[in-house]
């Protein structure tokens, strides 16, 4: 199941935070995090595994709460260049080897001076 | 270092028709995802291979195939062209299979069914 992301749009004034949510029903491996500019492929920000380890960007932080299968994005000091749609993408194992990652509709953040 | 690299950039099909698309991976990664997005949508799953093997199948109809090369790269294949494939179709690839390491995305494909 598609995992749901919250809000689905914000804008922000240069400088201003933001909080990104995600949340899925299903019982999760990882949680993976994109941001994707209009026209280009989604970029690769963050992955956070089950056990608490994280992998990413410095000047990016997330969380992953396993037990409620929740994770949020935290975007401190807001720059223009962080315009674009956020996408939570959650990993998920069906068995027999099997993997699939799914992601959310996505969080529209525009940044304006 | 190159990134991953998808041909061709563009596509314009008639209902009907078939198509390939190509994918080559990261230097040093074994795994190859297939992803479908339509505008205003995230990416949706359709494939997950890795050593030529398939990992992962989301929800498409078999109409989609994909096979994996020895040298890591892939093709997705789709048949009998609908109006509603239209989209852009991104690859993704990884160190080895799974969720669990950080997926990179090519810059897709961009396909066109008329």
């Known amino acids: 199941q598609q995992p749901v992301q919250s809000p689905q749009a914000v804008i922000l004034r240069e400088g201003e935070d933001a909080v990104i949510n995600c949340s899925s029903s299903k019982a999760l491996y990882s949680v993976h995090w994109y941001r994707q500019k209009h026209g280009e492929a989604p970029v690769f920000l963050m992955i956070?595994?089950?056990?608490?380890e994280q992998k990413g960007h410095e000047k990016i932080s997330a969380s992953f709460n396993e037990k409620k299968q929740q994770s949020s994005l935290y975007l401190t000091a807001s720059q223009l260049s962080y315009s674009g749609t956020y996408f939570c993408g959650t990993g998920s194992y069906s068995g027999a080897g099997s993997y699939q990652l799914t992601f959310g509709k996505g969080t529209k953040l525009s940044v304006i001076p | 270092d190159a990134g991953v690299t998808q041909s061709p950039t563009h596509l314009i099909k008639t209902r009907g028709q078939h198509v390939t698309l190509r994918c080559s991976p990261i230097?040093?990664?074994?795994?190859v995802s297939w992803y479908q997005q339509v505008l205003g949508q995230g990416p949706q799953f359709i494939f997950q291979?890795?050593?030529?093997?398939?990992?992962g199948r989301g929800n498409f109809p078999d109409r989609f195939s994909a096979r994996q090369f020895p040298n890591y790269s892939s093709e997705l294949n789709v048949n009998a062209l609908l109006l509603g494939d239209s989209a852009l179709y991104l690859c993704?690839?990884?160190?080895?299979?799974?969720?669990?390491?950080?997926?990179?995305f090519g810059p897709g494909t961009r396909l066109t069914v008329l």
């Open positions: 291979y890795y050593e030529k093997e398939e990992r």
């Open positions: 956070l595994l089950k056990g608490g």
């Open positions: 993704a690839s990884s160190l080895w299979a799974g969720t669990d390491n950080e997926q990179f």
């Open positions: 230097s040093g990664h074994k795994s």
